[in-house]
C-alpha cells in the first residue's frame, strides 16, 4: 500500500483563554488529539456537531495557525513546524474552499482576477496567452460560462460563487482540498449540484478531499470514509458504506438516525441525545460522550477509550467494545 498523502498525527490545538497575574490560565481544548489519514484520490468526510474541533482541525493542516502538539506530514513531510516564510509550496499543494460564498471572493475583484491571482503568485502560467488558457479551462472545469470571467462576485448566485470558489482552489493545482462546510449555505438543490462537481472534479484530477460537514445526509453522497469527531476528539472511522449500514459508536448512531433513509417506508429509529455538548474548556473527564450517552456504565465516567478496531473493522473509541457481543448494544442491533 502506498503511503498516504496526509498524516496527522495526535493533534492537539489548545486556545488560551484569557488569564492573568492572578487568574489560572484556562484553555479551550478544541482538538485534542486526532490522527487520521487521507489517501491520494481518497475523500475523508470529517463529521460532527457545531463545534467539535472538525473546522480547527481543516485550519491547523491548512497552517493558518501554530498547532499546540502533534504532526501533520504531508507526502511524507511534516508542515506543522515548518517557519512561515517557507509555507509558499503548501500552499500551493493545500487548497481551502470556505462556507460562505459570498464572503470568501474579494468583490473588487473581476472573476479573471481571482482565478488569475494564485496562477501568477504559484508562477504555474507560462505567458499571458498560457494564463488565459489556464482560466478558460477552470471555467469549463467548474462548469461556468466563460464570458462570465468579467463579472463581479456579486453577479453570481450563491451556488455560482461556490463554482468560483472551487475554481480558485483548483488554480493553483492542488493535491488535497479542504472543503470547509463548502456546502453548508446553499440551498438543497444547489448542494447536490456542488457536491456532483466536486466529485467529479476529484474523479478526474485524482484530488485528496478532507470535506468538513455537520451533514451527514450530504456526506452519504460523496465521501470514501467518515470520521467522526465529538468534542475534540474523533470517536470512530470507517468506509462510508460500513459505518451508514451499522455504526459502531453510540454519538454516530445517534447523528446517524437524524439522517432521512432512502428507500420508501424504511425508518431509522430516531435517537435523542439528551443534555448539551459538554464545554471544550472543561470536557469531561473518562469518555468525553460519557454525560450524554444512553449506554455509558461506570467505566466511561473514569477511563478514557482508545481509538481502535472493533469486530468489524470499524474504529472506534467506546468501553462497550470490550464486552461480550450480546451485552453489546452496538452489535447487537
Ligand atoms: Fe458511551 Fe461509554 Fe462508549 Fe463512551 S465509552 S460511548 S460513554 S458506552
Request: glycine share 6%; aromatic share 6%.
Amino acid at each position: 500500500m502506498s503511503a498516504p498523502l496526509l498524516e496527522v498525527n495526535d493533534l492537539k490545538k489548545h486556545f488560551q483563554l484569557g488569564g492573568g497575574l492572578f487568574r489560572k490560565r484556562a484553555f479551550v481544548y478544541a482538538v485534542d488529539g486526532v490522527s487520521f489519514t487521507i489517501a491520494r484520490g481518497e475523500t475523508l468526510a470529517l463529521v460532527g456537531e457545531s463545534g467539535c474541533g472538525k473546522s480547527t482541525v481543516g485550519r491547523a493542516i491548512l497552517r493558518l495557525f501554530d498547532i499546540t502538539a502533534g504532526q501533520v506530514v504531508l507526502d511524507g513531510r511534516r508542515i506543522d513546524d515548518l517557519p512561515a516564510g517557507t509555507l509558499r509550496p503548501l500552499r500551493r499543494r493545500v487548497q481551502v474552499v470556505f462556507q460562505d460564498p459570498f464572503s470568501s471572493l474579494n468583490p473588487r475583484m473581476r472573476v479573471r482576477d481571482i482565478l488569475a491571482e494564485p496562477i501568477r503568485n504559484f508562477g504555474l502560467a507560462n505567458s499571458a496567452r498560457d494564463l488565459d488558457a489556464r482560466i478558460a479551462a477552470l471555467m469549463d472545469k467548474v462548469r461556468l460560462p466563460r464570458d462570465a470571467i468579467d463579472r463581479w462576485p456579486h453577479e453570481f448566485s450563491g451556488g455560482q460563487r461556490q463554482r468560483i470558489g472551487i475554481a480558485r482552489a483548483l488554480a493553483a493545482e492542488p493535491d488535497l482540498i479542504v472543503c470547509d462546510e463548502a456546502v453548508s449555505a446553499l440551498d438543497v438543490s444547489v448542494k447536490a449540484q456542488i457536491v456532483n462537481l466536486l466529485q467529479d472534479i476529484q474523479q478526474e484530477l485524482g484530488l485528496a478531499l478532507l470535506f468538513i460537514s455537520h451533514d451527514l445526509a450530504i456526506v452519504e453522497h460523496m465521501t470514501h470514509r467518515v470520521a467522526v469527531m465529538y468534542l475534540g476528539k474523533i470517536v470512530e472511522v470507517a468506509p462510508k458504506r460500513a459505518i451508514f449500514a451499522a455504526p459502531r459508536h453510540p454519538y454516530t448512531k445517534a447523528l446517524l438516525s437524524a439522517v432521512p433513509v432512502p428507500e420508501p417506508g424504511a425508518a431509522r429509529e430516531r435517537i435523542i441525545l439528551k443534555g448539551d455538548v459538554p464545554s471544550p474548556i472543561t470536557p469531561p473527564k473518562g469518555c468525553r460522550f460519557h454525560t450524554r450517552c444512553p449506554y455509558a456504565f461506570d467505566r466511561c465516567r473514569s477511563e478514557e477509550p482508545a481509538l481502535r478496531p472493533t469486530e468489524t473493522g470499524h474504529l472506534a473509541a467506546c468501553h462497550l467494545h470490550d464486552l461480550p457481543d450480546a451485552q453489546n448494544p452496538m452489535v447487537a442491533m
